[in-house]
């Protein structure tokens, strides 16, 4: 402490300052060792007494100087390279003593909760005041929950009030050391924000729950709101509520004619409207595609749905301004109203969807309400199409034949091939029972393709057995929507070739809506057809748009008089006008005219006195069967045509 350019601590204090890193022993005599302590609580690492100093003694303070030196250097650098992490980790780290009761919060607490970074936290209780209501009991429970381990490790998620008012969401995690009764003796931890993994986790939760390009709620969250509703609903009956399901009309006509862009503006359009007009309280959502549903909640009756969709339909009326041009829009609505006998949401939306079909199907009504009949009627048409997917493996379709007869002499110059369906339960039926279920399920472009190789060789067949040499016709019904393929003409050309006939034996007949389906793909496919030498009949004439200038441009070799026009012949002379009209039409554009539906013989007079030049009918023949055709054939042999 003595030396002969310092005294005391000042000494020691400026070899310090002057080599930090060099370990120091004070040498004192016993008088003044009370100062000696001072410069060890400083810094030296030991004090040797003079009087008691030997080598031994010196050998061993100077060893454990040198070594006491280097374990708090490394210790400094411990605390360096701690304190780097919790600062890179951006955590809040804590620790809490129960035998005094107190808590160490580090700077990144004050961060946290936007206290001033000097405002003092050393309670665990300013860490629990802060955390929210409905996560407190929560995080207490699990901190209670010691195990009969000595440690025992947590985590959480929940959130801390801040100082603005706000909650941040917090994850904090630690370990609890318990003594041999089980009691907490000493906790400590980490909290870390996790605001922005929180905010990712809504956005993605948002996004599974809505619809991006609307917004509303997609059909995962309506079933999840619409399960609550029956719930509720299952609990206390008077909390009724209903289903409002609709699509909307020509929707793909939108998106053919204008572009998907138009056709996804339209729908975010109507989405707004739809959020305008329904009540708090209910929900509406986008189901997929240009399917909508609406949950009306705590209803009276059946006139608050009708209340709703009144209001739906409204907005529809009103025009839509879609990329500068306007638009407008409809829809056909389905409501299924609950009962106690719904047992889940899908059956709601189930029935809704069905009341929906049954609305579009309506020339009158355009928002429907779903009874038990429907459910039946549906379920008659699930079996009736499994029936016909059976029906084309099992060869159960049949062709019938009605003959065409010319006027006034009853001579057959062709048959139609109608198909007929050998029901192994129902029997016999014609395409009226079925056809519609046909058109939905895509068979029937099969279908005709199928008729149409049955009907050619059939015609084979008869011109090889009843001879004669006189042609005689087959006329075959045709849709557009199997002139989509491109190999279309192909194919048709090597039925005829495969089956043997003459081409010009084979008549088509298509209406005035396939030809407008699609108009200049089926226009050029009839008159590729034509050149080969098929000829074309417009069948149902009269009922469609009549237009001159399909006539014209499709070049029709025969127009079939709608049979509506020939069965009221004897009643109505607007009829008479019509049909007489048809035919001078036919005469002066030179096409054959043909009569369909004739039942009776004063209908039979009154073409004759129009001269119309061929007819068909019950009252010369109903369809047959192939075999029983044949035998009108013998009976009465083909006429030149």
């Keep these: 402490l003595h030396l002969p350019d310092t005294q005391g601590l000042e000494g020691f204090r400026q070899l310090a300052a002057a080599a930090p890193g060099v370990p120091v022993i004070i040498l004192t005599n016993c008088n003044e060792e009370s100062t000696a302590a001072s410069a060890v609580r400083s810094g030296a690492q030991d004090y040797l007494i003079k009087r008691e100093v030997n080598a031994a ?13 280097r374990a708090e250097r490394a210790l400094v650098k411990v605390k360096e390279r701690y304190a780097l992490a919790v600062a890179g980790a951006n955590d809040c780290i804590w620790d809490w003593d129960a035998s005094v009761d107190t808590a160490y919060f580090s700077p990144r607490w ?57 909650y941040i969401w917090v994850y904090a995690r630690g370990v609890i050391l318990s003594d041999d009764s089980g009691r907490a003796v000493r906790m400590a931890g980490s909290i870390s924000s996790i605001a922005k993994r929180k905010q990712t986790e809504n956005q993605l939760i948002h996004r599974a729950l809505h619809d991006p390009l609307t917004g509303l709620p997609n059909r ?113 609505i389905g409501v299924a109203v609950v009962t106690q006998e719904y047992e889940s949401p899908e059956q709601l939306l189930r029935d809704a969807d069905l009341a929906m079909y049954r609305a579009k199907r309506s020339k009158t009504e355009n928002t429907v309400i779903y009874d038990t009949t429907m459910h039946q009627a549906a379920i008659s048409r699930l079996n009736l199409e499994m029936d016909l997917r059976r029906a084309v493996t099992r060869g159960e379709f049949v062709v019938y034949y009605q003959p065409i007869v010319t006027l006034p002499d009853r001579r057959i110059v062709a048959f139609e091939a109608l198909l007929r369906w050998i029901h192994p339960e129902k029997g016999l039926l014609s395409p009226d029972s079925f056809m519609s279920v046909v058109e939905d399920t895509g068979m029937l472009t099969q279908l005709i393709w199928w008729v149409l190789e049955q009907a050619c060789r059939q015609s084979r067949t008869w011109r090889g057995t009843l001879g004669g040499g006189a042609p005689l016709g087959m006329s075959v019904n045709v849709s557009a929507s199997m002139f989509r393929a491109e190999d279309s003409v192909q194919r048709v050309e090597r039925i005829v070739r495969d089956s043997g006939i003459a081409p010009q034996d084979l008549s ?19 008159a590729a057809l034509q050149r080969f030498g098929i000829r074309i009949h417009m069948d149902d004439f009269g009922t469609g748009y009549s237009s001159l200038s399909y006539l014209q441009r499709c070049a029709y070799d025969t127009l079939k008089i709608d049979r509506s026009f020939v069965q009221s012949l004897e009643s109505e002379d607007q009829s008479q006008a019509i049909i007489r009209t048809i035919v001078g039409l036919g005469r002066i554009l030179d096409m054959n005219v043909v009569a369909e539906g004739v039942e009776s013989q004063g209908q039979l007079e009154a073409l004759l006195s129009m001269e119309c030049p061929e007819a068909q009918g019950f009252w010369f023949s109903k369809p047959v069967p192939a075999g029983e055709a044949g035998e009108l054939l013998r009976r009465a042999p083909p006429a030149d045509h």
């Excluded at 909760?113 to 207490?140: C, N, S, T």
């Excluded at 209406?511 to 793909?521: I, K, P, S």
Aim: aromatic share 8%.
């Design 220 to 332: 995962v969250l309506f079933i999840d709101r619409l399960q609550q509703a029956l719930r509720r609903f299952k609990r206390n009956s008077d909390l009724r509520f209903a289903v409002l399901y609709f699509d909307l009309d020509r929707f793909k006509f939108v998106n053919d004619s204008l572009g998907h862009s138009a056709g996804d503006s339209l729908l975010v359009s109507i989405a707004r409207r739809l959020m305008s007009v329904i009540r708090p309280g209910d929900t509406v959502a986008r189901m997929g595609g240009d399917e909508f549903a609406v949950l009306v909640s705590d209803i009276g009756d059946e006139s608050d749905t009708r209340q709703v969709s009144e209001r739906i339909h409204t907005l529809f009326q009103q025009e839509f301004s879609i990329g500068g041009r306007g638009m407008y829009s409809s829809a056909s």
């Design 110 to 166: 004050n961060e946290l909760v936007g206290l001033p970074a000097e405002a003092p936290v050393e309670r665990l209780q300013d860490w629990f005041d802060r955390v929210h209501p409905e996560d407190i009991v929560e995080f207490r429970r699990i901190l209670r929950s010691y195990s009969d381990l000595e440690r025992h490790h947590f985590e959480h998620e929940h959130r801390l009030r801040h100082e603005n008012g706000d």
């Design 508 to 526: 088509l007949e298509v209406t005035e809506r396939d030809c407008m389906d699609n108009e200049d793909a089926t226009r050029s496919t009839l």
């Design 57 to 69: 003694l010196l050998h061993r303070a100077i060893i454990y100087a040198i070594e006491r030196q």
